[in-house]
């Protein structure tokens, strides 16, 4: 436990790492952010690769978090993690609504831009009728059509799990600074990654790559119904998730009074 940080001290270290990300270059927001996307959307594949070979989604969760782990240790940008983050400077008067939004904005079209690209590379390596496209498929028809079908109920559905889904990635961003070691960072954020996989929630950018992929591997899901069903309601679910769950909660109680 020597390696093991306050939670307070946790929490003027995310506002300073926040604050941060308001003096980020166009360039870096959009390469960090690609790199983000691709990495989960190889990370989902991993997931969906060992879900389909064991039958078993549990195995599929526990190896999931290899790509959040990634994206953490390499400081990449990811628009769920951002949600969280960015209200610290933001709280704290370090950082503008406009840069927080800005970043928001361009993050999320990088990690798009960057998990349709590994999704396209992807797609020249996978064979239609294998486990693995099977997989893909339902999990694209149920992320959409299923909501769908289920109407109105469907829709707060969607949502209710992207709030949670949320909640446990921005504490997997927490977590990661509550060691001062590499290996207590990485066993500390597997956690809340892991229940969120295991549990079924919604995650906008790995929606970003499984839905297009299922689409593009013969889904029965059109673009609209992604956005509209999914991706929409997702994101917005995570910045409540995010905002309302963690930071707000952390910021209140152990923020460092003068």
């Known amino acids: ?13 995310l506002t300073n790492a926040g604050a941060a990300r308001a003096s980020l270059r166009l360039r870096d927001l959009l390469v960090r952010g690609m790199l983000a996307g691709a ?4 990370a989902t594949t991993l997931s969906l690769t060992a879900t389909a070979q064991t039958g078993l989604g549990i195995v599929g969760a526990l190896v999931f978090p290899i790509g959040f782990v990634l ?4 400081g990449l940008e990811l628009v769920t993690g951002n949600f969280g983050i ?18 928001w904005a361009l993050v999320f079209l990088a990690n798009l831009a960057g998990a349709l690209a590994f999704a396209a590379l992807l797609y020249a390596t996978v064979h239609l009728h294998t486990p693995l496209a099977d997989r893909i498929i339902a999990t694209a028809e149920a992320k959409t059509i299923a909501y769908e079908q289920a109407g109105s109920r469907g829709m707060l559905e969607v949502f209710a799990k992207a709030i949670l889904c949320n909640w446990m990635v921005t504490v997997g961003v ?3 600074f509550t060691s001062t070691s590499t290996i207590g960072r990485i066993a500390a954020m597997w956690l809340p990654i892991f229940t969120f996989v295991a549990l079924g929630f919604e995650h906008s950018v790995v929606n970003m790559f499984v839905i297009p992929m299922g689409i593009a591997l013969g889904a029965h899901v059109s673009i609209a119904e992604w956005w509209l069903w999914n991706q ?6 995570n910045l409540v998730g995010g905002v309302v769950l963690t ?4 910021w209140m109680t152990w923020r460092r009074r003068q």
């Open 232 to 237: 929409i309601p997702v994101t917005l679910g």
């Open 247 to 250: 930071s707000l909660p952390m």
């Open 86 to 103: 960015l209200v610290f400077p933001l709280l704290a008067g370090r950082m503008a609504a406009a840069e927080a939004a800005r970043n």
């Open 174 to 176: 927490v977590m990661a």
């Open 71 to 74: 994206i953490v240790l390499m």
């Open 39 to 42: 990495l989960l959307g190889l």
């Open 1 to 13: 436990m020597g390696d093991a940080v306050a939670p307070d001290a946790i929490v003027e270290a």
